[in-house]
């Protein structure tokens, strides 16, 4: 593995993770725009990364957020949630349907097994 990159924390780390057509259709015309910007400016990107720094690096986590806070901002939002609260809330809103098997949650959250994701939704459980 590249050295920009840290191995998964689990082998479950490693999941295929859906998305709707209109999502990965948006997700495709960004990117074909986004490699064109890259090219009119000159800016190498050699690990075909979807994000990066000026730097042409893999942003960190710190940089992830302040761009997610800014977006908060710019959508008129208080800048107060993280990716990871994201992250939360959609796992507890697929819960809260009671449509979604919690398997199939602790699997798209990529935990090691279902006890973990168990831990932390246990209050929503049915």
Do not use: C
């Amino acid at each position: 593995m590249h050295n920009l990159f840290k191995e998964p924390k689990t082998k479950n780390s490693i999941r295929t993770v859906p998305v709707s057509r209109e999502a990965m259709n948006k997700s495709v015309k960004w990117i074909e725009i986004y490699r064109r910007e890259l090219f009119r400016r000159g800016v190498a990107n050699p690990e075909q990364l979807l994000f990066q720094t000026r730097q042409a690096k893999l942003p960190d986590a710190k940089t992830v957020n302040s761009a997610y806070h800014q977006l908060q901002k710019h959508l008129g939002m208080e800048s107060k949630f993280s990716t990871h609260t994201t992250r939360h809330t959609l796992a507890s809103m697929m819960l809260a349907t009671g449509e979604v098997s919690l398997a199939y949650i602790s699997y798209y959250l990529g935990h090691a097994n279902i006890m973990i994701t168990q831990k932390y939704y246990i209050g929503l459980l049915p």
